[in-house]
């Protein structure tokens, strides 16, 4: 019998000229695994701009008290390297100098985790190789997630620049807004796509990138710190502050997106062509090999070896930024000024003991509220592993499933109070230094290290959740993100009692500064233990899968 080939005009002979065929498919595959991740990030990004525009015109309704502003926090080297100098004084220009450094770092996030999902976490888990053997392109899945990201990065700009609109800012200046959100998140998009080029796992992708961010976010504060106006040829290298020097509401530069586009197509083809010279499932990074004796050191030493790099991430991230918070301290009485509103939103949160110690103990309660998105991590790194059936062969041996599950539990649990203290101690150093006050250091620390109650019920309502309903572990994060908006925002939006409550870490004493009681406490460490023993006794009831 005759061979027989496929004609030319086949939807696969079409696509194997650029490895694209099917990319259409694992575009629409994506976005539907994403249906709930991206309109999350959407909507938290877009509150978050439209809040802060709401903000700024509420507490600071004259030019007056604007152009104050802007001259204390421009005279204060803290906040620059936090969130950068601003460049003018009106409702819109205030209202993104803050948003703009929180919002791009979501932005490259967001990017970050919807690129290596659709392509290293596939390969890793061993479905990229499946769908390879059928009729996919070899650059369709990489084509799929940039184009997957490119999609929630668009959504970002259109949603942010009608949103700000929609609160009365100017429509020119809303757009930059949006489009310096947008572009970020794409530049990282890119980054992430070369990350997964190098690396075996998703992890360590994810951790690349991350570094990258870091690095950004360092190069852009110290650029800022070094020249009040923002003119540090430092202040052009970072792709984070690209997005600022974009200038909404003052000058929109809109040639600033041209660096941002070069990158993008660089970066990307960067990837492409890394793509081009590795097997699936493999990295272009060599892989260390392990000793010849193994040192693990049975299921805990697992647990912290696996978890480590995550901790130690966290750790850095957490004392840098109480290094920051703790030398904002000391000015924050200069930086409110005579606002009452913005003073009672910081009483509300970190208590009347004295604007110091109010501004030191709403950051200790933010840090807490940080820190149990890493305690959360921490546990869901169970059901992971339980997923990639890498749990399974552990499990079917002479391990215990108690024993297994206690040294992940072990890196949530004592993890983030190693975490809280870090960050304490950076943050009582930083108010301590500048202040004059060494002895502060003892009192902030412990002030960061009392959220740990909190944390650790967030992080028991983990367990809970992995135990009773493993398939619904993903409620944890609106969970936890539900209770960094309601600790954060608000105070500022004035929420009843009733709903503040639903947060552990209303229920905490506001310390430093504040009158410190145990049945707070008490209760907290009770309801984390109750919950913490009902999923771990559910867990070992339950099947494996």
Known sequence: MAHRTAPRNTPYRRGTGLGLAGTGTLLRLALRRDRVLIPVWLLALTMISVQNAVAVEQFYP?????????????ANDSMRALYGPAFGSSVGALAVWEMLTLGSVLAALMSMVIVVRHTREEEETGRQEMLSSAMVGRHAPLTAALAAAACANAAVAVLVTLGLIGVGLPATGSLATGLALGGTGLVFAAVAAVAAQLTESARLAKGLTGAVLGAAFVLRAAGDTARADGSSPLAWVSPLAWARNLRPYVDDRFLVLLPMALLVVAASLAAYGLAGRRDV??????????PAVGGIGGPHGLAWRLQRGSLLGWGVGLALAGAIFGGM??????????NEQSREIIEQMGGAQGITDAFLAAMAGLFGMVTAIQAAGAVLRMRGEETSERAEPILAGAVPRLRWATGHLLVAFAGSA????VCGLAMGLGYGLAAGEPGAVWRVTGGVLSQAPAVW???GTTVLLFGLLP???????????GALVLGWLGPALDLPRSVMNLTPFTHLPKLPG???TAAPYLWLLLIAAG???VGLTAFRRRDIG
């Open 471 to 481: 398939r619904a572990t993903g409620v944890v994060w609106g969970l936890v993100g």
């Open 457 to 459: 019920v967030l992080a």
């Open 281 to 290: 499932g493999a990295g272009l990074l060599a892989v260390r090999p392990g």
């Open 62 to 74: 004259t030019a007056t008290e604007r152009a104050e502003l802007v001259a204390s926090m421009n």
């Open 329 to 338: 301290a000391e000015g924050a009485g200069d930086l409110l000024g005579d």
């Open 531 to 533: 919950t913490t023993a």
């Open 418 to 421: 190693a975490l809280l203290t």
């Open 514 to 516: 504040g009158d410190p």
